[in-house]
């Protein structure tokens, strides 16, 4: 797989890197000796390398692991309570698709998301809501040429307030902005082969939270551009 990793950080607890789109997080499926953790695993010769969180296949930008099992335990209460802030950007259409209506941003999304094992896509129910995010437009730019016509795009933060399994792209597409080069949502396309050159649109951008062993804050940010929002 054409793609490479980046090491942000590296200390005797944790290990911050840059995961690059198309490459999954853990093994699965397909994807054995190609992931994040078998590849980090086995460069840094670290096999007690363990993800506090994972990022979709899809996704690329920060993703923190723990490198030492005597002191995993306390990162992990960090996720498990919600101590750990997350920012994401991505890039959609500026303007919700037809049918929509306007959006006023900042926006927050809140409905109730399910997502069964044996079904490739979450889906939005009715219930009490468990899942939230915050949206914020960031810029527009000219994105080119669509259907005839010169596209405006936009570049989008999201702060999830909860982690639900494609919960960023089920809520941009929930206000009829899905996010670019995504073939999930809002419409399944039939699958194909990785296309290198377009990358879904969104980037895991920043972490930040209590360092439980120093306890000082701390934050790591992506050193990742998303390309549409730099076109050549």
């Not at 953790?37 to 670290?46: E, G, I, Q």
């Not at 997350?86 to 006023?104: L, Q, T």
């Not at 405006?152 to 919960?167: M, V």
């Not at 949502?185 to 439980?212: M, N, T």
Request: glycine share 6%; aromatic share 6%; hydrophobic share 40%.
């Amino acid at each position: 797989m054409p793609v490479e990793i980046n090491i942000l950080h590296q200390d005797e607890h944790l290990l911050v890197v840059d995961k690059p789109h198309f490459l999954p997080t853990t093994p699965g499926g397909t994807y054995i000796q190609e992931s994040a953790l078998v590849r980090l695993r086995n460069h840094l010769d670290l096999p007690d390398l363990i993800p506090m969180h994972r990022l979709d296949r899809m996704t690329a930008g920060v993703l923190l692991l723990s490198t030492n099992p005597e002191t995993r335990g306390k990162y992990q209460v960090l996720f498990e309570k919600r101590q750990v802030q997350k920012e994401y950007e991505c890039i959609s259409a500026a303007a919700p698709a037809a049918g929509f209506p306007a959006v006023e941003f900042p926006a927050v999304v809140r409905n109730r998301m399910t997502k069964s094992r044996s079904y490739l896509l979450a889906e939005v129910i009715d219930g009490e809501p468990n899942a939230e995010t915050r949206i914020e437009l960031l810029r527009t730019f000219d994105g080119g040429t669509h259907d005839g016509g010169a596209a405006r795009r936009a570049l989008y933060r999201l702060e999830p307030h909860t982690g639900k399994t494609h919960q960023l792209r089920v809520h941009m597409a929930s206000l009829g902005l899905g996010i670019v080069n995504d073939a999930f949502y809002p419409e399944l396309l039939d699958k194909a082969p990785d296309d290198y050159s377009k990358p879904l649109q969104l980037l895991a951008r920043g972490i930040r939270f209590v360092d439980p062993i120093s306890k000082q804050p701390v934050e790591y940010r992506s050193r990742l551009e998303l390309g549409e929002a730099h076109p050549a």
